[in-house]
C-alpha cells in the first residue's frame, strides 16, 4: 500500500505531539490534584494544631475557643470533633461522629503520629479529607481533634482546572497540526522539485537546476544534485565532442587511405591491362611504391600515437647536451628548409643540458621544426635552449605565416590539419605530429605552449623539468 510522505510527515508529526500532551496532561492533572488536596490537608494540619495550641494556653476558657473556632470553620465547610484519651468525643462541630477511626489509625495518633486521609468515600456518603492530630498535655496522650471538609469542593477544581487543560490540549493539538501541515507541505514541495528534477535528467536534460542552500539536508541535497548534473552536463559535452571528432576522425582517415589507395589500384590495373605504355611503367611502379611507403607511414603514426596514449612505451631518460641535439636537428632538416628558401638558426648555452629521453625527444623536436618549415618561406626558423631555474627551456620559433588564434587550441587533436598544411608533406602529412608531441611531451611531466600571430610568426616554449 502507497502511502504518501505528506501523509507520514503528519502522521508522525501529529502522533509525536498528541502523545506529548498526554503525557504532560496526565502529570500535570497529577500533580494539580496533589496540590489541591495538599493544600486542603496543609488547612485542616494548621486549624487544628492552632486550636490545640489555644486550649493548651487557655484551658479554664476551653469550651469558648471550642465555640469561636466552631463557627470560622463552618464558614469554611470544615467539622472538627475533639475526643479524649479513650476515644470518646466530648465536643464536636457537625454530625457525630464526623468519621469512625480505624484501629491503626487510633493506635497511631495514642504514639503521637498525625493521620492524614486525602480521600475517603467509604466511612460516609461523601467523599471527605481528614486529619486526625494527637492531644498532647505534659508528654501526656489525652485525646486528639479530628477536622474533616468533604472533597466535593476541593475535586470542583480540579476538575475545570482538567477542564481548562483538555481546552489547551485540543486546541495546541489544532495548532500543531496546521504546522505540520505546513512543515510537510513545504518539505513534500522540495522533495517534489527534487523528483521532477531527477526525470527531467533522467530523460537526458542536463540544464535543469534548482534552488539550493545550507539550511538543512535537503537544501544540501539540492545543491549535491545540481553539482552532479553540472558535471553530467560537462561530461555529455565530452561524449559528445568525442563522437564529432571520432566521425571526424573516421572521415579523415577514409580521406587519406582513399587516394593513396586509389593511385595505387590505378596503377596496378593499367600494368595488368596494358594501359600503361612500356616507358611509363617505371614511373607508374615508382609511384605506387611512394603512396605505399605513404600508406605505411600513416599505420604507424596511428600505433605510435595509440602506443602513446596508452602509455606502452617506456621512456630512458638522460642528460643530453642541449645544444648538441639542436644542431643534430638542424643537420638533419637543413636540406628541407633550402626546399623553401628557408634558414635554421641555433641558438643555445654551452652547458645547457636536457633530462629526457634521447629518441623521443628528436622525435619532439622534428615534428616542431617541420611543421615551422612547412608554414614559413624564405624564412627563419629559431631554435633556442637554456637553463632556468629546475627547467630546461626549448624554443622553437618561425616568421611564417602563422596561426589564427581560434585554431591554436585545435592544433593538438589527432588528424587535424590547417587548410595550408594539406600540401604533400614527407612527415607529420596526416595531422598526427603535434598530438604525438603534445602526448611525449606530458610523458616527460612538461609542458608545451604556443603562441602565435597571423602572418608575423609562431613561437613554441617547451619546459623540461631537470633530473
Known amino acids: 500500500m502507497k502511502v504518501k510522505y505528506l501523509y507520514q510527515q503528519l502522521a508522525s508529526h501529529v502522533s509525536v505531539i498528541i502523545i506529548a500532551f498526554l503525557i ?6 497529577h500533580l494539580t490534584e496533589n496540590f489541591v488536596y495538599q493544600n486542603k490537608i496543609d488547612e485542616l494540619s494548621s486549624y487544628g494544631e492552632n486550636i490545640l495550641r489555644d486550649l493548651e494556653r487557655n484551658r479554664g476558657s476551653s469550651q469558648q475557643i471550642l465555640s469561636e473556632y466552631g463557627r470560622v470553620l463552618a464558614g469554611r465547610d470544615i467539622q472538627y470533633s475533639l475526643f479524649d484519651e479513650s476515644s470518646t468525643i466530648i465536643y464536636s462541630i457537625g454530625r457525630t461522629p464526623i468519621v469512625e477511626l480505624k484501629d491503626e489509625e487510633w493506635n497511631k495518633i495514642k504514639q503521637g503520629y498525625t493521620v492524614v486521609v486525602k480521600q475517603d468515600f467509604k466511612r460516609l456518603e461523601e467523599g471527605v479529607t481528614f486529619v486526625l492530630l494527637p492531644y498532647i498535655h505534659n508528654n501526656q496522650f489525652v485525646g486528639g481533634i479530628l477536622l474533616a471538609s468533604p472533597i466535593k469542593g476541593s475535586r470542583q477544581v480540579i476538575s475545570q482546572i482538567n477542564q481548562y487543560l483538555l481546552y489547551t490540549v485540543m486546541i495546541a493539538a489544532v495548532v500543531a497540526f496546521m504546522l505540520s501541515w505546513i512543515l510537510s507541505a513545504f518539505h513534500v514541495k522540495r522533495i517534489k522539485r527534487l523528483r521532477e528534477a531527477t526525470s527531467l535528467v533522467a530523460g ?63 596503377v596496378i590495373e593499367g600494368i595488368r591491362n596494358d594501359m600503361i605504355p612500356e616507358s611509363e611503367k617505371e614511373k607508374g611502379m615508382q609511384l605506387a611504391s611512394n603512396e605505399t611507403k605513404r600508406l605505411i607511414r600513416l599505420v604507424n603514426e596511428n600505433l605510435d600515437y595509440e602506443k602513446i596514449r596508452s602509455n606502452q612505451i617506456k ?17 638533419q632538416l637543413d636540406v628541407l628548409a633550402e626546399e623553401k628558401h628557408n634558414e635554421i638558426i641555433v641558438e643555445a648555452d654551452e652547458e645547457a643540458v636536457i633530462y629526457a629521453d634521447y629518441d623521443r625527444l628528436t622525435q619532439i623536436l622534428i615534428n616542431i621544426t617541420k611543421n615551422s618549415i612547412q608554414f614559413t618561406e624564405n624564412g627563419v626558423i629559431t631554435l633556442r635552449g637554456r637553463t632556468e631555474g629546475n627547467e630546461t627551456i626549448i624554443e622553437i620559433e618561425d616568421n611564417g605565416i602563422g596561426i589564427d588564434p581560434d585554431e591554436i587550441e585545435k592544433i593538438w587533436r589527432r588528424f587535424y590539419k590547417a587548410m595550408l598544411s594539406r600540401t604533400t608533406n614527407p612527415y607529420g602529412e596526416f595531422g598526427l605530429g603535434l598530438s604525438i608531441v603534445k602526448q611525449l611531451v606530458n610523458m616527460h611531466n612538461g609542458e608545451i605552449e604556443v603562441s602565435s600571430e597571423k602572418g608575423k610568426g609562431t613561437k613554441f616554449i617547451l619546459k623540461f623539468p631537470l633530473k
Open 315 to 331: 621512456l630512458y631518460k638522460q642528460d643530453i647536451q642541449l645544444k648538441e641535439i639542436l644542431e643534430i636537428i638542424k643537420e
Open 24 to 29: 504532560l496532561s496526565l502529570l500535570f492533572a
Open 204 to 266: 537526458g536534460d542536463y540544464s535543469v537546476r534548482i534552488p539550493s542552500s545550507d539550511f538543512d539536508e535537503i537544501g544540501e541535497l539540492s545543491r549535491d544534485f545540481n553539482k552532479m548534473v553540472e558535471k553530467l552536463n560537462i561530461s555529455m559535452e565530452e561524449i559528445e565532442s568525442l563522437e564529432n571528432r571520432r566521425r571526424q576522425f573516421m572521415a579523415d582517415v577514409s580521406h587519406e587511405l582513399r587516394t593513396p589507395l586509389t593511385t595505387i589500384s590505378g
